[in-house]
């Protein structure tokens, strides 16, 4: 006899909607507490029953998904992509949300998606807020750059972000606003302010244990630098959660969208489903590959022959996500394989 119960938790930013079922469907007890980690701890040291839950992936589930875990059998995060499709109704609300993700769980036909270990979650979660900071010192060049222009003032483009230079740019300024000295002098510390805080989160995640081995052998790997390193392994995970290149290649936004029906196929443009964080970073580290890295020099000028550059960089970038995948899953540093020798023709 089965004794599990399945629950369902819809949540939210304050609160947590849940249904609890049996194996045969009967809804045992529904109800909602609210989000806080104390009260989810009480909800769930008091079920009396083993059970198994899920929930669907959004911004509140990482820390409700790490306080349940260790008082269930099984708890799963549901895609949410997919959970749109199923869930879809004319009426929806948090009751029938969390019956529904119950019902998906009791028949076994949830669409879990991948969940990384908690410190992997934290290390990501700076590195991505390392990307926010440079995004920032970006829009900090431009804006002083674009000051300088408002007010007709001539500089040199190439030094204006020097220490030294940007010095003497303020003392020799003639015919601008007093405001704009004052103005360039806070963009100035704001932009140091923005590039020390980057480097220092860069240097504190090279220095963790767990990534240091890992990111020096992705290094290995011509073309792949210390960014490239820490945004795979950390938005990756787990690398043998990818059966092939394939997968690889789809989650990181590299392919077209497949539609097929009645023997036709149909490619569309590049899929926006995808991880969007290493999207960015491998289409970066392809335009610059080819400098550093024969074979992917090689391979952008066949593909650069067709006459479209984003195909080029496209083809590199998914060479570089087969490499970083093969260096990761073996745990071997990269080596470039030897050509094959051409057969020899015994003499008649």
């Given at each position: 006899?089965?004794?599990?119960?399945?629950?369902?938790?819809?949540?939210?930013?304050?609160?947590?909607?849940?249904?609890?079922?049996?194996?045969?469907?009967?809804?045992?007890?529904?109800?909602?507490?609210?989000?806080?980690?104390?009260?989810?701890?009480?909800?769930?040291?008091?079920?009396?029953?083993?059970?198994?839950?899920?929930?669907?992936?959004?911004?509140?589930?990482?820390?409700?998904?790490?306080?349940?875990?260790?008082?269930?059998?099984?708890?799963?995060?549901?895609?949410?992509?997919?959970?749109?499709?199923?869930?879809?109704?004319?009426?929806?609300?948090?009751?029938?949300?969390?019956?529904?993700?119950?019902?998906?769980?009791?028949?076994?036909?949830?669409?879990?998606c991948?969940v990384?270990?908690?410190?992997?979650?934290?290390?990501?979660?700076?590195?991505?807020?390392r990307?926010?900071?440079?995004?920032?010192?970006?829009?900090?060049?431009?804006?002083?750059?674009?000051?300088?222009?408002?007010?007709?003032?001539?500089?040199?483009?190439?030094?204006?972000?020097?220490?030294?230079?940007?010095a003497?740019?303020?003392?020799?300024?003639?015919?601008?606003?007093?405001?704009?000295?004052?103005?360039?002098?806070?963009?100035?510390?704001?932009?140091?302010?923005?590039?020390?805080?980057?480097?220092?989160?860069?240097?504190?995640?090279?220095?963790?244990?767990?990534?240091?081995?890992?990111?020096?052998?992705?290094?290995?790997?011509?073309?792949?630098?210390?960014?490239?390193?820490?945004?795979?392994?950390?938005?990756?995970?787990?690398?043998?959660?990818?059966?092939?290149?394939?997968?690889?290649?789809?989650y990181?936004?590299?392919?077209?969208?497949?539609?097929?029906?009645?023997?036709?196929?149909?490619?569309?443009?590049?899929?926006?489903?995808?991880?969007?964080?290493?999207?960015?970073?491998?289409?970066?580290?392809?335009?610059?590959?080819?400098?550093?890295?024969?074979?992917?020099?090689?391979?952008?000028?066949?593909?650069?022959?067709?006459?479209?550059?984003?195909?080029?960089?496209l083809?590199?970038?998914?060479?570089?996500?087969?490499?970083?995948?093969?260096?990761?899953?073996?745990?071997?540093?990269?080596?470039?394989?030897?050509a094959?020798?051409?057969?020899?023709?015994?003499?008649?």
């Amino acid at each position: 006899m089965n004794n599990l119960h399945y629950i369902g938790f819809d949540v939210h930013k304050k609160t947590i909607s849940f249904c609890v079922k049996t194996a045969a469907g009967e809804i045992v007890e529904e109800g909602s507490m609210p989000a806080r980690r104390a009260e989810v701890r009480q909800w769930a040291g008091a079920r009396s029953q083993p059970w198994r839950g899920a929930m669907e992936a959004t911004l509140f589930s990482g820390w409700i998904y790490d306080t349940l875990q260790p008082y269930g059998e099984q708890l799963e995060m549901a895609h949410p992509a997919k959970m749109k499709a199923i869930s879809a109704g004319k009426k929806k609300s948090d009751t029938i949300d969390a019956r529904t993700i119950a019902d998906l769980v009791r028949c076994n036909l949830l669409p879990a998606c991948y969940v990384a270990a908690p410190r992997i979650r934290e290390l990501r979660r700076l590195l991505r807020y390392r990307s926010l900071v440079v995004s920032e010192a970006v829009r900090m060049k431009n804006k002083m750059a674009g000051l300088l222009m408002e007010t007709g003032a001539l500089y040199v483009k190439e030094k204006l972000h020097r220490k030294k230079y940007f010095a003497t740019l303020l003392e020799e300024l003639e015919e601008v606003p007093p405001s704009l000295i004052d103005l360039l002098r806070l963009s100035r510390s704001a932009l140091e302010m923005f590039e020390s805080t980057q480097k220092r989160l860069v240097r504190e995640l090279l220095a963790d244990p767990e990534l240091t081995q890992r990111v020096e052998r992705l290094m290995t790997i011509p073309a792949v630098g210390e960014i490239t390193a820490l945004t795979w392994a950390l938005e990756v995970g787990d690398p043998q959660r990818f059966r092939c290149n394939s997968d690889a290649m789809s989650y990181c936004g590299l392919t077209a969208a497949l539609k097929s029906s009645a023997g036709k196929q149909q490619r569309g443009p590049i899929s926006k489903q995808r991880n969007r964080w290493l999207q960015t970073t491998l289409i970066e580290a392809a335009k610059l590959a080819p400098r550093w890295n024969p074979q992917l020099a090689a391979l952008h000028a066949r593909e650069l022959e067709c006459g479209h550059r984003n195909r080029a960089t496209l083809a590199v970038a998914r060479k570089l996500v087969a490499y970083l995948l093969a260096v990761d899953k073996t745990g071997q540093p990269f080596q470039v394989r030897a050509a094959a020798e051409a057969p020899t023709q015994k003499a008649a």
